[in-house]
């Protein structure tokens, strides 16, 4: 190897273990930690963030970079040690332009919010969080113009989320799938409802979880480089090849939340846990982006996991765990599943609605972002958008402005567009699997689930952040991102749920 390569790898995996030590801080945080624990942690976190930092941006980083530049800028992009030279110079060009104080005190910031969300929720005290959401805008706002010459202040936000990507592209991308959402949602409203009552009842959330373990593992999550834990708002988080951990949250009265919840997080966890065991400890080592992320989370819970061929093989199973479920027909309850209806909770949202939820989202960060909105007037902002789009209007801030940890724990900006991405890449990347082998549905409908777990983590896990979102897309499905797939993917299943005609 490269000497300077090495030297490289070297200081890289330095890195990598001060950020990993802050993600077991942040798991802990979000799972176990005492409320006494809140100041210190927000200080240690403050203090890995800096050191990161600080050590990503040391000169000597950038001189080996320019030192392997003749040798590795051109290399073929399936080369490693090519794509890792690229993503580090993409990286390093973006983090010498934040000073090392600001890394830290926006560590420091997104601790204490997080806290406080956690505590004011359950309280439904928005006034508690309001000026932790001051900050973290002026933190927003602040990042973006260390990047002058965006064309949005968005922009800078949504490319470290999602490289390559502009405010711009999004917005086309969401008025295109938007043309087609709501109409699909009106015709599926003034057809005959859908009855599902028979998820509500007594279902303990433990039984819930340990079906849902069990499923996890058929899919492909290793539990022994992994495991389940409870949480306010459920995620997925790496901190090596051997140690990929998932969370989720569930209700002892509804069946389908943490069932659902946990296959999300396990198709994140099956990514991450599919990084090929080489890129350990660099900084390539995780998925490609947010948008990618979620098209594997997306695509394994409700592509395969809300699927009618799933359900066959698994019904019965699940009927063994809930007697009450034994009356009940797998119509009935596949139907059930699937409901479409206006809802408060973006993370329990159907299909169809879901990604209204999401654009209602980032349609408000761009108007904090831009100054047309100001936090005070958010919660009002937000209600009116439930109801425009939604025809209802949350009757709190618990189930209404407060409900995504996202804008308290992480920031505002770049965060919300990647689910609505990741279901667009998600109908994409499943069409390509099930066209390079087409008996993936059949072995779905007998409980089988290698032959696609196999294929995603060829084409899509083993490679890590090698690729960009664009580039990865192209790889494995030929095509750019297209709204086309998933309009049709949701049209055909729910016009079947539905008895629509046309």
């Known amino acids: 190897m490269n000497d300077k390569m090495q030297q490289l790898k070297e200081r890289l995996r330095v890195i990598n273990d001060l950020n990993s030590a802050a993600a077991v801080l942040h798991w802990d945080q979000a799972t176990q930690m005492p409320v006494g624990g809140e100041a210190a942690r927000a200080r240690q976190l403050a203090t890995l963030s800096r050191l990161a930092h600080e050590h990503f941006v040391d000169p000597a980083i950038g001189q080996l970079l320019d030192a392997l530049q003749p040798e590795w800028e051109e290399a073929p992009p399936t080369e490693d040690d090519g794509a890792l030279y690229r993503y580090v110079r993409r990286e390093y060009e973006r983090a010498i332009r934040v000073p090392a104080e600001y890394t830290e005190r926006a560590a420091a910031h997104s601790t204490a919010a997080f806290s406080v969300w956690a505590a004011a929720r359950p309280q439904d005290d928005f006034a508690a969080v309001q000026p932790y959401l001051e900050q973290s805008l002026q933190l927003s706002r602040e990042y973006a113009h260390y990047f002058p010459g965006y064309d949005h202040i968005a922009d800078p936000l949504i490319s470290r989320a999602e490289e390559g990507m502009t405010a711009a592209e999004i917005r086309a991308i969401f008025a295109e799938l938007r043309r087609a959402l709501v109409p699909l949602v009106q015709r599926i409203q003034a057809a005959a409802p859908v009855d599902n009552s028979c998820l509500f009842g007594d279902f303990p959330r433990e039984k819930q979880y340990a079906f849902a373990r069990e499923i996890c593992t058929a899919f492909g999550y290793d539990f022994s480089r992994g495991r389940l834990d409870e949480t306010h708002h459920p995620f997925a988080i790496r901190f090596a090849h051997g140690d990929v951990r998932i969370t989720t949250r569930g209700r002892d009265d509804h069946l389908g939340d943490a069932f659902f919840a946990t296959l999300h997080e396990a198709g994140h966890a099956m990514y991450e846990q599919g990084v090929a065991e080489a890129l350990d400890g660099l900084p390539t080592a995780h998925g490609t982006s947010s948008g990618v992320h979620e098209s594997q989370s997306r695509g394994w819970e409700n592509l395969v996991g809300r699927s009618l061929a799933f359900w066959e093989w698994q019904y019965p199973r699940l009927q063994e765990c809930f007697p009450d479920l034994a009356a009940i027909p797998l119509a009935q309850f596949y139907a059930a599943i699937n409901k479409v209806e206006p809802s408060l909770i973006r993370v329990a949202a159907d299909e169809v609605t879901y990604n209204l939820h999401v654009m209602l989202r980032f349609d408000l960060e761009l108007a904090l972002l831009e100054g047309e909105l100001s936090i005070a007037e958010l919660p009002a902002a937000w209600n009116a958008r439930y ?113 629509l005609s046309g």
């Open 387 to 499: 109801e425009s789009d939604l025809g209802i209007t949350p009757a709190d801030y618990r189930d209404g402005v407060m409900q995504d940890v996202h804008w308290y724990g992480i920031g505002i900006g770049g965060l919300f567009q990647g689910y609505t991405l990741g279901n667009l890449m998600s109908a994409q990347i499943h069409a390509a699997a099930t066209r390079a082998h087409p008996e993936i549905p059949d072995e779905i409908r007998r409980g089988e689930y290698g032959t696609l777990h196999e294929w995603l983590r060829a084409n899509i896990y083993t490679h890590g952040a090698k690729f960009t979102p664009k580039e990865l897309l192209q790889r494995v499905t030929g095509e750019d991102l297209r709204v086309a797939p998933l309009v049709a993917y949701l049209q055909q299943k729910f016009g079947a749920i539905y008895g």
